[in-house]
């Protein structure tokens, strides 16, 4: 069965649908019991140490998971992302482009589908049958995203897990699913989590190991993951196209502003962390953020390699709870 790799979200209906396995390559590298290994192999490799260590994981892990091509993300993900397939080219990795329109052109977004189609020699609807069957297990991991923040039986590490998961649902939708069902059947037969400071986690997907269980060991308890949660698609459509329109990730920094502001109000935040990757764009982005998320404390936490927080990490998040706690307790007297 066709193994193709991809380096973000894409429409993963298309393989899907061909029959071909996807396999997201941030998870492969994350998930992997060394991945401090595929770093190193990258820059053995040649790549320089100032790059995102996702993109050198990301080399790592395809070379890894033997894959025979990669869907890679040229606009709207990773600006590193353009030279990482053609250096995987050079190791007889086959690239198939992908572009997100800046401005969410509808015509645009659909031509690019329409050669996702052509090349895995399905046909579009083909894709939008596909779409109708992932959609059932995208609306059971909203389902564990309410667990979360709604009725607090599930962990911040809990629902990051299963929602960054939806990018590729682990390459066997069959098996996934049974997970899923699993997981909820148990998450619906505990006691609600001791009332803690709720935290939003925005930006990408940590690469510390360890960042969610130490905030729960400070008092507090992430109940919204930013784009984990855009990875499972969380708006009611059912145009394939509009769908990934309204995916805000790959967009301008407003949009998701304003779905974070969104959820923020709903879940009772009291505070966020913003997690930055070193020597990546989106480092910017803090800047926005700060600006538009003024009423609610932030603390940005930036990450290079895997593995534990660090300990001066630590001490910025301990001080973060504690002045949350500080002002919960002031508000409640």
Known sequence: MRRV???TTIPAEFIFAAGGVPVDLNNIFIADAAPMGMLERAERGGLPRAVCGWIKGM????????????IAVSDGDCSHTRSLAEILGTEGVKSIPFAYPYDRDYGLLKRQMDKLAAFFGITFADAEAMMRRMDRIRKKLHR?????WRENTV??????????SASDMDGDMERFEQKVDAFMAEAAAREPLPQTIRLAYIGVPPIFTDIYQFLETRGARVIFNEVQRQFTFPFETGDLVERYRRYTYPYDVFSRVRDIEAEISRRGVHGVVHYVQSFCHHQMEDVVFRKHLAGLPLLTVEGDAPGPLDARTRLRIEGFCEMLGSKRRKAAS
Do not use: K, P, W
């Open 5 to 7: 790799g991809i380096t």
């Open 59 to 70: 080399y790592g892990a395809a070379l890894a998971a033997n894959v025979e091509s990669v």
């Open 144 to 148: 564990i995203d309410e667990m979360t």
């Open 155 to 164: 962990t911040g590490f809990e629902n990051h897990l299963f929602l960054v």
